[in-house]
Structures are given as structure tokens and as C-alpha cells.
């Protein structure tokens, strides 16, 4: 089946780095997404990365991929309370535009 | 770049009654739009795709005739929910691609429809 998984709920304390977590189904996705989602909002595109890629930085943000096991990690330096919210990964399915989301994570940040 | 809006960002309506939500792409021409269904601490549910100037691709289980798609601009799309029941409470989201974002899907900031 067409399913990407996420650990549903994850808690730091501000100033610590979070590790998101994502295991995809679709080896010949081109892309795959990290959003995030604040209560009752839509849905923000916090990075992507490239399918040949293995690691991706921007900032805080760590995007790091394993094709071989089609597992994807999303990591935050210096997580903040700003940062608590839903976050979800999401797949490109080869030859469409469509996703394929995770079930999400929702992260919450300690002060 | 690469906003999406969405109107109303909610709404309440009676049992029976018709609601159309709108779906904008303000700084880009959106190909492509998709609109998902969020129930509670759930994540998006596809419920259809369109194309600019054709009709929508309805998922599996989604009613066609119950949620009318059209995107009949670059910039907009709307779905209109017919006839609608409480059971169709929900929150929905659009999403809009297109030439020179790459395949990324921009999100709309969402409508909470409450029927009551």
C-alpha cells in the first residue's frame, strides 16, 4: 500500500535540536517535502529535497534521506516554542503532481 | 512568491444549503490545483485535482456530483460543496502548482465549513 509514516508525537525543551522522522513508500519519488502546520492554518513548505540528494541544510533546517531505506529525517538546531506544531513529510508520486503525505508529528517545544 | 489564498477561511451553513469555497493563486499561474479534506489530528485526504480549463480528477470514494471543482482561470479554483451535511464538517485545504515552481505544492491557509 501507499503508506508514509511518521511517529505521531515528539517532545524537546527549547534550545535542543528535534529529529522528525519519515519512512516513504515510492522508491522513483523525484521529490520529497517537509511542511508544518500551526493550529487551525495551512500548511507551510518548509524545504524540500531532491530525489539524488542525501543531505540538505537551510538554517536550522537539516533534511538528511537513505533511499536504500526509503527514510527521511527532518532535524531542527535550537528548537524554539515557535516551532511547536504539526509537521508533516509528503512524497511526489513520479509522473503527477500529487503527494503522498505522512501521517504527521506533532512536535511540542518545553521552555 | 508562490501564495495561495483561500475564502472564506470559515464558514457555517445550514444542513441542505450550498457553500462555495475559493481557492487563489496570487503571484503565479497555477496549472494545477488540489483540494484535501483534513479531519481532526488527521493528516490531508486528497479529494480531487484540476487542471486549468478541464474537468477535475475526482479520488476514489469522493463524490463528483456532491463536490464541484472548477478552475476555470490560471489563478483560481473553487469547490463547491452541494447540498451539504454535517457529516461533510471539515477542514479544507487547496494547494495550487505551476510553471516555475518546480512540481511543489503551495498551500492554501484553509476552510473550517461547519454544517449545522
Known amino acids: 500500500g501507499e503508506d508514509v509514516e511518521q511517529s505521531l508525537f515528539l517532545s524537546v525543551r527549547e534550545g535542543d535540536s528535534s529529529v522528525i522522522n519519515c519512512t516513504y513508500t515510492?522508491?522513483?519519488?523525484?521529490?520529497l517535502y517537509w511542511y508544518k502546520q500551526e493550529p487551525g492554518a495551512g500548511l507551510q513548505l518548509l524545504t524540500y529535497?531532491?530525489?539524488?540528494?542525501d543531505m540538505k541544510q537551510d538554517q536550522r533546517l537539516t533534511v538528511l534521506l537513505n533511499k536504500k531505506d526509503k527514510h527521511l529525517s527532518l532535524r531542527i538546531a535550537d528548537t524554539q516554542t515557535g516551532d511547536s506544531a504539526i509537521y508533516f513529510c509528503?512524497?511526489?508520486?513520479?509522473?503527477?503532481?500529487?503527494?503522498?503525505f505522512g501521517t504527521g508529528t506533532r512536535l511540542k517545544v518545553l521552555a | 512568491g508562490a501564495v495561495v489564498s483561500q475564502h472564506p477561511s470559515w464558514v457555517i451553513c445550514k444542513s441542505g444549503t450550498s457553500v462555495k469555497i475559493e481557492c487563489r493563486s496570487l503571484?503565479?499561474?497555477?496549472?494545477?490545483m488540489f483540494w484535501y479534506r483534513q479531519f481532526p489530528k488527521q493528516s490531508l485526504m486528497l479529494m480531487a485535482t484540476?487542471?486549468?480549463?478541464?474537468?477535475?480528477?475526482?479520488e476514489q470514494g469522493v463524490e463528483k456530483d456532491k463536490f464541484l471543482i472548477n478552475h476555470a482561470s490560471l489563478t483560481l479554483s473553487t469547490l463547491t460543496v452541494t447540498s451539504a451535511h454535517p457529516e461533510d464538517s471539515s477542514f479544507y485545504i487547496c494547494?495550487?502548482?505551476?510553471?516555475?515552481?518546480?512540481?511543489?505544492?503551495?498551500f492554501g491557509p484553509g476552510t473550517r465549513l461547519t454544517v449545522l
Open positions: 509528503a512524497e511526489s508520486i513520479a509522473g503527477t503532481y500529487k503527494y503522498i
Open positions: 529535497i531532491f530525489s539524488n540528494m
Open positions: 503571484d503565479f499561474q497555477a496549472t494545477t
Open positions: 494547494s495550487a502548482t505551476g510553471t516555475g515552481v518546480t512540481d511543489t505544492q503551495y
Open positions: 484540476s487542471n486549468e480549463g478541464s474537468k477535475a480528477t475526482y
Open positions: 515510492d522508491s522513483s519519488s523525484t521529490y
